[in-house]
């Protein structure tokens, strides 16, 4: 569950992929939104399923990121003693770039829990199981690191905003205008 919990940010290599697709999108389910199960997301949970994409081995690693605790879980789709791979499913033949990038970052976070020099993402259409795309990804912690400090600084400038209006409304807003 992603959040901050006894002054740490708690996150995922999902929610962090999905930053870079989507940015607000990831920072409002990072404060609790739930975005609805689709038919979609069910079809790609089967094809996870048929093409034994089902681990259940959870990584977890605390550490620092500008003087702020970090940690990061995560269950990455296939993991053995030579490999860890991500499963993407998707409902079209394109794939956007920025939909690749999201799911590069996701394995540079499972590289980096599970502290491999490279993974590998396949992206199949969830319609037929059919290969669409499929790349290698090396482990590159500082630019896992990057987008972790970018994900921060939105979350304290959504929290920034949020104390802001409840200071408005709550008669304490600052002077108004004229």
């Known amino acids: 569950m992603a ?8 996150i995922g290599p ?21 975005r609805p199960k689709t038919k979609e997301m069910k079809l790609g949970e089967d094809w996870h399923a048929k093409l034994g994409y089902t681990n259940d081995q959870l990584f977890e690693k605390e550490f620092e990121v500008d ?10 789709d296939y993991i053995d003693e030579n490999s860890v791979e991500e499963l993407k499913t998707v409902g079209t033949k ?3 770039e920025r939909y690749l990038t999201g799911a590069e970052v996701q394995m540079l976070a499972y590289l980096f829990l599970t502290d491999r020099p490279n993974g590998k993402v396949r992206v199949v259409d969830r319609r037929t199981g059919d290969t669409i795309e499929e790349f ?3 482990r ?5 690191f990057d987008i972790i400090r970018r994900f921060i600084r939105e979350v304290e400038k959504r929290e920034k905003s949020a104390r802001a ?14």
């Open 14 to 34: 999902h929610l962090l992929g999905r930053f870079v697709i989507a940015p607000r999108e990831a920072i409002d389910t990072f404060f609790g939104r739930k």
């Open 67 to 76: 003087g702020k605790t970090v940690v990061l879980r995560g269950v990455p």
């Open 3 to 10: 959040g901050w919990k006894d002054g740490k940010l708690h």
């Open 165 to 178: 209006l409840e200071r408005f409304l709550n008669g304490g807003g600052g002077e108004g205008r004229a």
């Open 94 to 96: 394109y794939v956007s």
């Open 140 to 144: 590159d912690d500082e630019r896992l």
């Open 136 to 138: 290698t990804v090396f």
